[in-house]
Every structure is written in structure tokens, then in C-alpha cells.
């Protein structure tokens, strides 16, 4: 009951804060907090790169299958197996890159099983994820041939847990080889007689967990064999991206960076956001309480101390800056979905999850120069995705608006910011409210992105930009009446980004934010 109350007077405040969007300034929320941003258009820092905005799709669930991939026979509209509404929306977000084909599935993963006609391709049990079949449908071809529909770069996973160097090579050979060796002659009977450009490669994934259980001076000995092998013709050879830490952990970069000398390019880390920070109960994706919302924002903010810690101990022992430093899965995780199978990781995604992804791309670009790539989990069906199916309907979730609101970031030049702002507090918990982030963009507009994390009360934001002259602010609002406002396939538009504008009033940019949003405006 006390819940209802708070949702209605919720929904009368944004619906207010909504109108305040609409007039720009001349409507006030009865709950309104002033926020001062600072923006140094005067000192251009490092380009965030859009690898920032990458994806990962596994092999769990119905990420691939049904999610992507559904076959050409299906009665769900598709081109060559891959459905048509998931390949136009993904089209539509400017995907940079995806990471394929786990996770932990990579290292059960042999990709000869998934070549040559479908029809005699072996079929497997995936046994990480529900212990399902795994047909093998989708193998290289398809994954190849999918990155060049939605028009994406490819960072492939490849087996060191349960592989050998030799099958890597073999598959880095037949993907990219322009000779007439046997595996390159093997690829064009399969029908694709040019070689892939494969951007990046993965030496294994998780080694500390379900990649192999290693120690980090184990590993750092295995990729060194392995990445001696993985071989490219001339000027394709893929990034080199060793298997990291996760969360507050900074020994696999510290392990990895003294004991490899060459062939690295990259660390990849893992870090969740899991709202009680318990793997055991984590907490439900729809129907949370509010201490919950804070508890999973507050958690999500932890990001940047784990970049931050891992990138202080690479300025230590790679003070060149050759190896990056690769958040190549990070998002929401919450409990399984009563009446899902457990193992398909399936979860509702509202607009907390929108908030959570707003707070990381703010935090990744501050890290601009070492965090060069990250990669949402996962694409489609799996945990924080951007899409959702069922059966031939889709929807696209707030985590996709959020995504698409920040595309402007992709291979801007960040400019860096100070703010004054309140903390948003419940109980013990306490947080900033709103949270910015600003770049100049590839078209030279300054951009400026803004979560308000409180979800009671609106911000009035004065932005003062320095070196550049400022009129006024246009863009796209993405806010909600209830913290889990999700779309779902009968209401797929219920959360969709609306306009928003800020003026000049003397002489700063005035902006109102609806409570619990995520805003980007370009700034003239
Ligand atoms: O994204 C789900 C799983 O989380 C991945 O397979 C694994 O790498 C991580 O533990």
C-alpha cells in the first residue's frame, strides 16, 4: 500500500518534471535540487574511443538462438536465418563491436563443431548454461556474416581452457588466411572465399574462474604460448586481448603486465552489478524497493575505483601505455526470473538498468585513455540486454535508449567536467545526484550527458562551458514514472527518449532533469 502512495506521487512528479522538459524552464517541480556543472571546452582530453559501446552475445539462453539467430526456415521474419527485427535495431544502435562466442562457453567452444554444412554438425551439450543442445547452427560463418550485416567489428574468444594452441591457430588461420592453404581452401568450400578481418582475439576468457581455474602466473605462462601461435597475414593481425581480473581485483593485471613482454594489447576485467553485491540472492529486476535502486546505482559507481586501481598499477609497470585495459563484460545481474530456466540468465530490464549504463559510460570516459573497449552482457535475452523477444515480437529495452542516447560519444574527444552537486541518500546509502559527462563530438558539437539518479526529485542543472560560446542545449530525455518501468513486447514504447532543451540564462545553459534520467543534449 505504502508502495502504491509513493509510486502515484512519483508519477505526478515526473509527470510534472515532464511538462518541464516541454516548457524548458518555466515549470517547477515541488522537489527540486540546483546542480552547477563546469565544462573545460578549453582542455580536450583523450578520444573515447567507440569500442567504449561494444556488445557481447553468448551462446546462453536464447541470445543466439531465437535472439539472433533463428533460421531460415522460421516463421519469424528473417533474412538468411537472422531475424529481422534484432538485425535493424542493432543496425540502428551503431554497434562498434561484438565479442563472441562466450564467455564462459568460449572455453568449451571448438569451432570446427560449428563449419560445413549444418545439417552434419555435431550436436553438443551446453553445459554451462542450462545443459541445453547446442546445435551448432551458428558457427563462424554465421557470426561472420551477422557482424557484417549490423555492421560491426569482431572481438572472438577463443579456448584455452578446454582447447589447444593448435586448434586457436587453426582458427585464426582459416578465418584470415589469403594463401591456398588447406584450412583457406577449406573456407571458400564453405562458401566465403575472402578472408575476415578479425579485429580482435581473446586468449581465453575468466582463466581465474570457469576459463580454467588458473593462477595469474599460470596463465600469464599459457598466453605466452598460445599468442606465439596465433598468427595473421600481414597487417590483420587482431588485437591480442589477455584474459584479466574482475571486480576490486588488480593482481591479474599487476601478474600479467611484469611476466608478458610482448603480444598483449589488451587486459580484459569483469565487474556485475548486483544490487545486494551476493551471488546468492542478488535481488529481483522488477518490483525492488527503493534501497534497492540506490543499493544497485551505488554499486554500479564502483566501476570507477576498480578502472581506476587496475589502470594505476598499468601506468606502473607499462608506463608506455601499450596495453589497454578492456571492460569486456560488465552489467546488471539479478536473479533468475521465477518460471525461466536459472541458466538462461534472463531478466526484466527497466530504467534502473537505464541509469546503470548511463553511470558506466560516464565513468568510461573519464578513463578514456586506457579503457578502450567495453562490451555490455549481453546483446539480446541475456542479463542487461538492449533487445528482448518472444516468439516473433521484440522489444527494445531502456538500456538500448541509453545506449542510443550516448552514440554522439563514440570517438569523441572528452572534455572534462566539475561538478557541484547534492547527494541523492536513503538510510545509510548516499550517492551524487547527478552525474555528467561531456566530449566534443566527431562532427565538433559539444555534447553533454546527465543522470539524475534521485528518483524523487527533478535537478535544475547551470552548465557554464569554458572556451565556447553557448546558446542553447537540444537532445533526448529518457525518464519513466516508476523505477522498473520496463517495455515489453504488447507495450514496447512505454519508455522511449522525449525531447529536451536548455537556454542560455545569464549566461549559463539552464537545464531541468526529469527524476531518474539519463539525458544527452548538443550544446550550440
Ligand atoms: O555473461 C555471463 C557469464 O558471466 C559469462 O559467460 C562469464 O564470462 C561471466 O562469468
Known amino acids: ?109 571448438h569451432w570446427r563443431d560449428g563449419i560445413g554444412p549444418r545439417e552434419k554438425r555435431p550436436v553438443k551439450v551446453n553445459t554451462h548454461w542450462g545443459g541445453v543442445a547446442e546445435t551448432n547452427a551458428f558457427g563462424t560463418h554465421e557470426f561472420m556474416a551477422f557482424a557484417e550485416m549490423i555492421g560491426t567489428k569482431v572481438y572472438i574468444s577463443g579456448n584455452v581452457g578446454s582447447g589447444s594452441v593448435q586448434e586457436m591457430a587453426d582458427w585464426l588461420e582459416y578465418l584470415t588466411s589469403d594463401t591456398v592453404s588447406t584450412l583457406a581452401n577449406e573456407r571458400r568450400k564453405n562458401g566465403r572465399d575472402q578472408p575476415w578481418d578479425v579485429h580482435f582475439f581473446g586468449i581465453g576468457n575468466e582463466t581465474w574462474g570457469c576459463g580454467g581455474n588458473m593462477t595469474p602466473e599460470w596463465y600469464a605462462n599459457l598466453f605466452r604460448q598460445y599468442a606465439t601461435y596465433v598468427k595473421a597475414p600481414q597487417g590483420k593481425r587482431p588485437k591480442i586481448v589477455a584474459s584479466g581480473g574482475h571486480d576490486e581485483h588488480t593482481v591479474w593485471a599487476d601478474v600479467l603486465t611484469k611476466n608478458i613482454r610482448r603480444d598483449m594489447d589488451a587486459i580484459s576485467h569483469h565487474y556485475y552489478t548486483i544490487p545486494s553485491g551476493v551471488w546468492k540472492k542478488k535481488g529481483n529486476s522488477i518490483g525492488f524497493p527503493e534501497g534497492e535502486w540506490i543499493q544497485t546505482l551505488e554499486r554500479a559507481l564502483l566501476i570507477d575505483k576498480y578502472i581506476a586501481d587496475n589502470v594505476a598499477v598499468l601506468d606502473r609497470n607499462d608506463p608506455q601505455g601499450k596495453v589497454a585495459f578492456y571492460v569486456d563484460e560488465w552489467g546488471t545481474w539479478y536473479d533468475p526470473e521465477p518460471g525461466r530456466e536459472p541458466g538462461f540468465l534472463w531478466q526484466h530490464n527497466t530504467m534502473r538498468d537505464a541509469l546503470v549504463a548511463g553511470l558506466h559510460f560516464n565513468v568510461f570516459h573519464r578513463h578514456a585513455k586506457r579503457v578502450q573497449m567495453t562490451n555490455i552482457a549481453q546483446m539480446v535475452n541475456v542479463l542487461q540486454a538492449m533487445i528482448l523477444t518472444d516468439g516473433p515480437k ?3 529495452t531502456p538500456t538500448y535508449h541509453a545506449f542510443h542516447l550516448y552514440i554522439p560519444f563514440q570517438g569523441a574527444t572528452f572534455l572534462p567536467t566539475e561538478i557541484r552537486t547534492p547527494n541523492y541518500s536513503l538510510g545509510s546509502r548516499s550517492i551524487p545526484q547527478v552525474s555528467v559527462s561531456a566530449a566534443r563530438d566527431t562532427t565538433g558539437a559539444l555534447q553533454l550527458a ?61 537545464l531541468r532533469l526529469p527524476p531518474m534520467s539519463v539525458s544527452v543534449v548538443a550544446i550550440q
Open 1 to 109: 500500500m505504502f508502495r502504491h502512495r509513493r509510486r502515484v506521487k512519483t508519477t505526478v512528479r515526473w509527470l510534472l518534471a515532464g511538462a518541464a522538459i516541454l516548457l524548458s524552464g518555466s515549470v517547477h517541480a515541488a522537489e527540486t535540487t540546483q546542480v552547477s556543472v563546469t565544462i573545460r571546452a578549453d582542455q580536450p582530453g583523450d578520444v573515447i574511443n567507440p569500442n567504449v559501446y561494444g556488445q557481447f552475445a553468448e551462446h546462453l539462453g536464447a541470445g543466439i538462438y531465437e535472439g539472433i539467430w533463428v533460421g531460415e526456415k522460421s516463421q519469424i521474419p528473417n533474412t538468411n536465418g537472422y531475424r529481422n527485427d534484432v538485425v535493424d535495431a542493432l543496425r540502428n544502435l551503431h554497434v562498434p563491436v561484438v565479442r563472441w562466442p562466450g564467455g564462459c562457453f568460449a572455453d568449451e567452444y
Open 394 to 396: 521484440m522489444a527494445l
Open 450 to 510: 546527465l543522470v539524475n539518479a534521485d528518483p524523487h526529485r527533478e535537478a535544475v542543472v547551470s552548465a557554464d562551458v569554458v572556451g565556447a560560446q553557448v546558446k542553447e542545449a537540444r537532445g533526448r530525455v529518457l525518464a519513466a514514472p516508476a523505477m522498473d518501468a520496463r517495455n515489453t513486447v504488447d507495450q514496447p514504447q512505454a519508455v522511449t527518449p522525449v525531447k529536451i532543451s536548455g537556454r542560455r540564462e545569464g549566461g549559463k545553459l539552464v
